[in-house]
């Protein structure tokens, strides 16, 4: 039938785009910028010096934990804490300072609160979400191609910088990112010091790996407030299409709020890229739809049957037209996206989450979203998206914000149970 053949036919084009990944020979950037290590860093407290030279190893297993790297200066502790992390004011101020010389403009934002319909603004103790696509390291030297983006401000030393500094300033009590390839040597420790928990899931032929001096594959990264929420189990899942295992994956991870008593399932994913793979990115949603189905329906919140909420934070790579937006926003999980509270009539998605200049190009487009169950969640506030005059000419990444992509960050409250 026409139908079997368009689905062989695809199958067949997913194999061998699978098998040209798998297989892409090396490439040398002629200008890679050090990863991993150099003679100066910003945290040395914190984490232990790698080489320049030497990558650092892949995980054996998606499910195997690697060791704490944490190096932690007793000056930066908190008094009276047993865990003895690091001030976060403090890593702000030297962010901040090791940032000093970067050209204006900051890029300012300032969070829409919204109500509850009766006039109530937000409770004194929201649930604060960030979603962010971070930019692999090895992927902004050496693959992306930023036309107008000058090869120091690409630098790990500086992008390291900004992307903690944006993590200190708004403090999520749970962190989603995408394209982490710093994860065991930068992120782990150091959010393990300021009291994070973490899982991270690497793709399995991530292109990080074919870039000179690349620190390891790039993948998804969860961390979550460990004096906020409690651990209650925690997956991570390679997404298939059509029976296929694909190169991308999620981490879904189940929480108990430890001031409410309530739980709630948080996952994180990265689809498929670039035009042309709608189809791809379609089956990989859905498949990941699925699992979370299954998880829902496996964890009932309570005896009245009440299940747990989800919130799913993601680079989908889709527009708003989109099959695969479409099929998350149809979903019988009950699924809205947070940021349409941002426009006037609550129905419509920004205007761009990311925008950048390729040698390709430029492109602006709105593919980050923070998904959460409308029957069992409220968005109280919202992040405001920066406005085109202070990205500014060149777009993203730049002097003054270290990815392509911008970060989501919502504050959510449950609702009351009836």
């Given at each position: ?88 004011v403090e890593l702000l101020q030297q962010c901040q300072e090791a940032l000093r010389d970067r050209p204006p403009p900051h890029l300012h934002r300032d969070f829409v609160y919204l109500t509850d319909g ?249 593919l980050d979203y923070i998904w959460y169950t409308k029957e069992s969640l409220r968005v109280d506030a919202v992040l405001d998206m920066p406005s085109e005059e202070q990205i500014g000419p060149n777009r ?23």
């Open positions: 039938t026409l139908a079997g053949a368009a689905s062989s036919l695809e199958t067949s084009s997913f194999a061998a785009a699978v098998g040209a990944e798998r297989k892409q020979s090396p490439n040398s950037c002629e200008e890679v910028c050090p990863m991993g290590g150099g003679a100066t860093r910003l945290y040395t407290t914190l984490t232990q010096t790698f080489s320049s030279s030497s990558s650092l190893p892949t995980p054996s297993s998606y499910l195997t934990p690697q060791p704490s790297l944490t190096n932690l200066d007793p000056d930066l502790c908190l008094k009276g804490s047993p865990v003895c992390p690091p001030d976060p009766n006039g109530n603004g937000a409770p004194s103790s929201p649930i604060r979400v960030m979603q962010w696509n971070i930019l692999a390291q090895a992927l902004g030297v050496g693959v992306d191609n930023f036309a107008r983006c000058p090869l120091e401000a690409l630098s790990w030393s500086r992008r390291r910088s900004l992307i903690l500094e944006e993590i200190l300033t708004y403090r999520p009590h749970i962190l989603c990112m995408q394209e982490v390839d710093h994860f065991y040597d930068t992120f782990q420790p150091v959010l393990a010091g300021l009291g994070y928990g973490s899982h991270f899931c690497p793709k399995p032929w991530s292109p990080c790996l074919n870039v000179e001096g690349n620190t390891g594959p790039d993948g998804c990264a969860l961390f979550f407030d460990e004096s906020r929420f409690e651990l209650l189990e925690s997956v991570n899942l390679r997404l298939s299409a059509m029976m296929i295992p694909t190169n991308q994956v999620a981490v879904v991870t189940t929480l108990r709020c430890r001031s409410t008593g309530r739980c709630v399932c948080v996952a994180v994913t990265h689809l498929k890229a670039r035009s042309g793979w709608e189809w791809l990115r379609s089956a990989e949603g859905s498949d990941l739809l699925w699992h979370l189905e299954n998880v829902v329906r496996a964890l009932v919140g309570d005896d009245s049957g009440v299940k747990v909420p989800l919130l799913i934070c993601g680079d989908f790579n889709a527009i708003p037209a989109e099959e695969v937006y479409r099929r998350f926003a149809a979903s019988p999980l009950g699924l809205d996206s947070a940021y349409k509270k941002l426009s006037p009539d609550g129905l419509t998605e920004p205007k761009y989450t990311t925008w950048k200049i390729r040698a390709t190009g430029e492109s602006c487009s709105t993203l990444p730049s002097f003054h914000y270290p990815s392509d992509h911008l970060s989501l960050v919502c504050e959510f409250s449950f609702k009351e149970k009836e």
